[in-house]
Nanobody, 116 residues
């Protein structure tokens, strides 16, 4: 059983920045890698970003949802079993609960609210 604990959410104004963290209870970087999703009220959960190991390039590769590309950056510290999500140029539509994901495991979520 892998436990994921998110932190770093909060209230920020439009154009501001936040950095989310997700600490895993054990090594969670191999295989599936780790990802962030978000869910706004009344909407389905949406892919935000992922950091996954690429056997072809023997390195971690990042990927992003269309709505956050160029504004958000995912990174990780394998030694700390932690993945981060740096969010810049935040918009009201970025508001929602952000969830960390590893394989079938999900964190409890952290609320991000962007005020205009």
């Amino acid at each position: 059983q892998v436990q994921l604990v998110e932190s770093g959410g909060g209230l920020v104004q439009v154009g501001g920045s936040l950095r989310l963290s997700c600490a895993a209870s054990e090594r969670a970087f191999s295989g599936y890698g780790m990802a962030w999703f978000r869910q706004a009220p009344g909407k389905e959960r949406e892919f935000v970003a992922a950091l996954r190991w690429s056997a072809a390039s023997t390195s971690y590769e990042d990927s992003y949802g269309d709505s956050v590309t160029g504004r958000f950056t995912i990174s990780g510290d394998a030694a700390k079993n932690t993945v981060y999500l740096q969010m810049n140029s935040l918009k009201p539509e970025d508001t929602g609960v952000y969830y960390c994901n590893y394989a079938q495991y999900w964190g409890q979520g952290t609320q991000v609210t962007v005020s205009s």
